[in-house]
T-cell receptor, first 115, second 110 residues
């Protein structure tokens, strides 16, 4: 299994540009999520999905859109990039969205710079 | 979710046990303690979790005090590869929607 994969690894955007960060997992996990990590900070939840067709907002959703048309993929869209969105973005997945314990698996991250 | 407090940084000699403390004095009865670590800007990696009892796996041990207001993650024989930021997270129910603080930067040295 490749686990959780993210593309691209690095990206530079100009203010106002849009782009999509890709995330895929091959573990048939129901739950997927996006976090951002700013320098010297912990991770903050942007959006999450408990299954195909179902998404919800996390702690810092403004400026980002998500959709979940398949179990495997959970892309994150930046509608109009701003310098404040310069960050490292991590995608994660886990096997369940219920109340039991399930380990979260994280991707390697996408390092985004907005000029 | 209960707030957690961890030291900003710790050092440990290679081969020694690394004991990483975490305070969570406002923890509720249904909240678990989770530990993740992040090695040099990679994605975080799950280590261990517990509710009341002490737990051990192939990576580490988790000691939770009887009143559950604090816990300690123990890496029994730290190696240079254990240098990372360690996050203590308290969360009710399942392990999703985690709130990561700034964690403890553990540096393992020769």
């Amino acid at each position: 299994n490749a686990g959780v994969t993210q593309t691209p690894k690095f990206q530079v955007l100009k203010t106002g540009q849009s782009m999509t960060l890709q995330c895929a997992q091959d573990m048939n996990h129901e739950y997927m999520s996006w976090y951002r990590q700013d320098p010297g900070m912990g991770l903050r939840l942007i959006h999450y999905s408990v299954g195909a067709g179902i998404t919800d907002q996390g702690e810092v959703p403004n400026g980002y859109n998500v959709s979940r048309s398949t179990t495997e993929d959970f892309p994150l869209r930046l509608l109009s990039a701003a310098p404040s969105q310069t960050s490292v973005y991590f995608c994660a997945s886990s096997s369940s969205s219920g109340s039991g314990f399930y380990e979260q698996f994280f991707g390697p991250g996408t390092r985004l710079t907005v000029l | 979710d209960a707030k957690t407090t961890q030291p900003t940084s710790m050092d440990c000699a290679e081969g020694r046990a690394a004991n990483l403390p975490c305070n969570h004095s406002t923890i509720s009865g249904n909240e678990y303690v989770y530990w993740y670590r992040q090695i040099h800007s990679q994605g975080p990696q799950y280590i261990i979790h517990g509710l009341k009892n002490n737990e051990t796996n192939e990576m580490a041990s988790l000691i939770i005090t009887e009143d559950r207001k604090s816990s300690t993650l123990i890496l029994p024989h730290a190696t240079l590869r254990d240098t990372a930021v360690y996050y203590c997270i308290v969360r009710a129910g399942g392990g999703n929607k985690l709130t990561f603080g700034t964690g403890t930067q553990l540096k393992v040295e020769l």
